[in-house]
């Protein structure tokens, strides 16, 4: 085993490298990147936005920056940025320098890369803060909702799975399966709008808050008035992420389970004698819950990265996946590519731990003697 997990270590820097190099490439080709952001916001007159070009030598060219945007002089030259004709070039030059575009593409991927090897991954084109001070910040709102829904949704799906399986084509088979088709079919976020409007004062109970994850006045309640005022604020988002998710996963432990009741070792555990919660308990429910365990670390990255979007902006949540947002529309690359480096690196990290976790659960697998994919 030792030998299996030293290769998967040994595996993630190129895996890793392909990906970060994959999605540079991508970006680099992309319309709207942050120097084309600076020049909107500088042809739109935001005069907040020159100001972030000052400091150190020439630090006078903000005042001038200032005046060139709105000095339009036909002795300008056209520039190779989208709506920067007419802008001084000496503006765009610094405009470049200021986020890394004097130099080519190949060694500002190099350069990167380097500081991530140290996990420095540099500060925030737009928010001027380090990029690991704000994936810190943000995170407890994202591990909050993704555990809880995560947790949640297993100790729902997997009794659910397993029953549905024992009572197959019976009629709680059936009516559990009609509540799962249409936790299947609605988005977590329609959910989540339903919820407010039920009770969140949307049309109908005000029960629970509409925003934030605590309230205004956390630091002076009490321990156990946090402890409630946390869950309060937590139920709505963790309810909808749940309703959303938890569907897949029944029906993936349903048919696991079925899959294995039907298997000879089983007949023959009944036909010893062997009682039914038994013949489930110890024999099935082993070799049915590899492949529910196996989805266990994908199913946490994907509420993290990308499940809890849509409800950290409909419940006012300042999570990882709005922060994540707001770097895509603004093209903040620092935040894109150093969110992307760590959670890329923890995927592989976490899938590897499911691969121990398999082993765990059932010391048959063998995975020493097969070659790494």
């Known amino acids: 085993m030792a030998a299996y997990i030293l290769r998967r270590l040994f595996l993630i820097v190129p895996t890793l490298l392909g990906i970060m190099l994959l999605n540079f490439a991508i970006v680099q080709v992309a319309p ?49 940025y989208r709506g920067a004709q007419g802008l001084d070039p000496a503006l765009i ?16 991927f190099f350069i990167m890369m380097t500081d991530y090897l140290s996990f420095d991954f540099g500060e925030s084109f737009f928010k001027d803060r380090p990029v690991v001070d704000l994936v810190i910040e943000k995170l407890p709102v994202s591990i909050s909702l993704g555990l809880w829904s995560t947790l949640l949704t297993y100790l729902i799906a997997i009794p659910l799975g397993i029953r549905k399986a024992v009572r197959d084509g019976s009629r709680f088979d059936v009516w559990t399966s009609g509540v799962i088709i249409v936790g299947y079919a609605i988005p977590s976020f329609l959910f989540a709008v339903m919820l407010i409007v039920l009770f969140a004062g949307g049309s109908y109970w005000d029960v629970f808050p509409l925003r934030g994850l605590v309230s205004d ?45 039907n298997k000879q070792y089983v007949l023959t555990a009944r036909a010893k004698g062997l009682t039914e919660r038994r013949v489930l308990y110890s024999h099935v429910f082993r070799n049915a819950m590899l492949i529910v365990i196996s989805s266990l670390p994908g199913a946490i990255l994907a509420i993290l990265l990308t499940g809890v979007l849509f409800i950290e902006f409909i419940f006012s949540l300042d999570g990882l996946g709005l922060l994540g947002f707001e770097a895509l529309i ?37 995975f020493e003697s097969r070659e790494v994919s």
Do not use: C
Not at 42 to 56: E, F, K, V
Not at 331 to 344: E, M, S
Not at 345 to 365: A, N, Q
């Open 330 to 366: 603004q093209r903040d690359y620092p935040v894109i590519f150093g969110t992307l480096y760590i959670f890329t690196l923890l995927g592989m990290l976490v899938k590897l731990l499911g691969d121990l976790v398999k082993v765990w659960v059932d010391p048959r697998i063998d």
């Open 32 to 80: 709207g990147g942050p120097v084309e952001q600076m020049i909107a916001q500088i042809t739109g007159t935001d005069a907040g936005a020159t100001s972030r070009l000052g400091g150190g030598p020439g630090g006078d060219m903000v005042g001038e920056g200032a005046q060139a945007e709105l000095d339009i002089t036909t002795s300008r030259a056209d520039s190779k």
């Open 93 to 108: 030059e610094r405009i470049e320098k200021q986020f890394g575009f004097d130099k080519p593409a190949y060694e500002r």
């Open 217 to 261: 006045n956390f630091d002076d309640l009490s321990w156990w008035g946090q402890v409630t005022d946390y869950f309060w604020h937590i139920t709505l988002p963790v309810i909808a992420l749940t309703i959303g998710g938890f569907a897949s996963l029944t029906m993936l432990t349903k048919n696991s389970f079925l899959d294995e009741i």
